[in-house]
């Protein structure tokens, strides 16, 4: 779905960052550097010139229909043009506060909390019963950050260059309107109740307004990831800048700092997060997985929104697919990427190696129309699961243990909770060995943060989750890049 937008524009910089100042978010994942071929509008009149770069990510037949990338468009004019209704400001109303929980807002009523997750890609918060410890309500909604790129890089490098302040704009914007959507009103900074923070350590930075200038170069240096109070807000503690609090907030989450028995958990995002361990001792890792699963790096790629491709099944030369909500398909969110994948190698449309066969090397394989899976995307697919197996690897040699002492892998993240765990392992992202042991976890970073606004003295379980955990550097690792080139191939 397309929306159509009448706008003025002046050639001084790009329609990108004018559709942003204008308070419109197309998905930019490569920070509008031309790379990504995302950030697709269509124009309906006064159709410009396209670059070289428009024309090797755009076919022809789509350059003739007036399809242009918005971050390679400096032009002059008035301009009437088609974008993704996603991608449009949501301005969503509800009843208001008063109306919907009368008892919100009364003098000394405590009634109520707020639980919210900040991911790089997607925002959740969950209104909370604290009387009856149960979710009154949970909504989610893009993180239109994603108009300055799709990874933490992505917006420290913004941030870096000045554009903090509206990223941090966005955050709040985000967040009011999905205070909106639960008829708690529409400033998270003056809910009369409390609010618990959830996120990525850039994240939580970005939504402070601190600065990110530690966070992109070695030693990655955070200001502060400390458990504390911002404005109205409690913000979760965090390991270290790549393992945040969303991490903390998941390990709480599973009580693997509660349990003798020793779990792991493994947050599938763009960086691919990794825990193991139990009440004593814990190690944290995570790996440079890339967007991948979420949409991000492949070329047909999608968010997980109504018309993306979430299921994909190749019987005897025949593909089926579902997509969300029923709708036409419109892109391949994570599922659907990762059942491509699989069902690739498994009818030996791709070898061991990742080579796709000759008939689909130049245009890719057709899923649905105008929507095609490439070489390109195979090897995307092929870097982040190497990164995340080897992560797992090295996580297990760290800690001393084998497979047959881990009583559960939890795995977290929306993607997580819809992926098919059998396909997963059969790309040999995630060990056959722990097939029977796994757990999807969900949002663990929202749970964890429901936890502690039901539970005030759970402060305490966060704080030892930090304590008790150490981080492995993966890079510093000798084993790590043997075994990343060993899981790049599908060893089906």
Not at 464 to 483: C, D, G, P, T, Y
């Amino acid at each position: 779905m397309h929306n159509r937008l009448t706008i003025s524009i002046n050639k001084n910089s790009s329609l990108l960052r004018q559709l942003r100042d204008q308070g419109y978010f197309i998905p930019a994942y490569c920070g509008g550097r031309g790379s990504c071929g995302k950030c697709r509008v269509r124009f309906s009149e006064h159709l410009p010139d396209a670059t070289e770069t428009e024309r090797q990510m755009l076919s022809a037949d789509e350059l003739a229909a007036g399809w242009r990338l918005a971050c390679r468009v400096f032009a002059e004019g008035t301009c009437v043009l088609e974008i993704p209704e996603y991608a449009i400001e949501n301005v969503a109303t509800a009843d208001t506060l008063a109306k919907e929980y009368p008892a919100i807002g009364n003098p000394g009523d405590n009634r109520y909390a707020l639980a919210i997750d900040i991911g790089t890609s997607t925002i959740a918060a969950s209104l909370i019963d604290v009387m009856n410890r149960e979710t009154v309500k949970t909504v989610t909604g893009i993180n239109h950050q994603i108009a300055y790129g799709a990874d933490v890089l992505s917006r420290i490098d913004a941030s870096n260059r000045g554009e903090g302040r509206k990223l941090q704009e966005l955050l709040f914007s985000d967040l009011g309107d999905l205070c909106r959507q639960l008829g708690i009103g529409e400033n998270v900074k003056t809910l009369p109740m409390p609010v618990v923070i959830a996120g990525n350590t850039t994240m939580q930075h970005l939504l402070q307004g601190l600065s990110c200038r530690g966070l992109g170069v070695f030693p990655f240096t955070p200001v502060d990831i400390s458990m504390h109070l911002y404005k109205n807000m409690t913000i979760l503690p965090g390991i270290g800048t790549y393992v945040g609090a969303e991490i903390v907030s998941g390990i709480v989450a599973c009580g693997i700092n509660q349990k003798e028995d020793i779990s792991m958990l493994v947050d599938l995002g763009t960086n691919g997060e990794m825990v193991i361990g139990n009440k004593d001792r814990i190690l944290v890792a995570s790996a440079a997985a890339g967007p991948a699963f979420e949409g991000g790096s492949i070329s047909c790629g999608s968010p997980g929104v109504p018309g993306a491709i979430d299921t994909v099944t190749i019987e005897h030369g025949k593909t089926s697919i579902t997509t969300i909500g029923g709708e036409k398909a419109s892109g391949i969110c994570g599922s659907g990427v990762l059942d491509t994948v699989y069902e690739l190698r498994k009818e030996e449309i791709i070898d061991e190696s990742g080579m796709l066969k000759e008939e689909y090397l130049e245009g890719g394989f057709p899923l649905a129309p105008g929507i095609t899976f490439t070489a390109k995307d195979v090897s995307e697919v092929q870097l982040a699961k190497a990164a995340i197996r080897a992560g797992i690897e090295i996580l297990l040699q760290s800690y001393g243990i084998t497979y047959n002492q881990v009583s559960r892998l939890y795995l977290a993240g929306g993607f997580g909770q819809k992926m098919d765990c059998d396909k997963a392992v059969g790309i040999g992202m995630l060990p056959k060995e722990l097939r029977s042991r796994i757990t999807a976890a969900g949002n663990s970073s929202l749970e964890g943060a429901k936890k502690l606004a039901m539970e005030s003295s759970l402060a305490k379980s966060f704080r030892h989750a930090v304590r008790i955990s150490e981080e492995i550097v993966l890079s510093n690792q000798k084993m790590f890049q043997e075994l990343y080139v060993k899981y790049m191939y599908f060893h089906y």
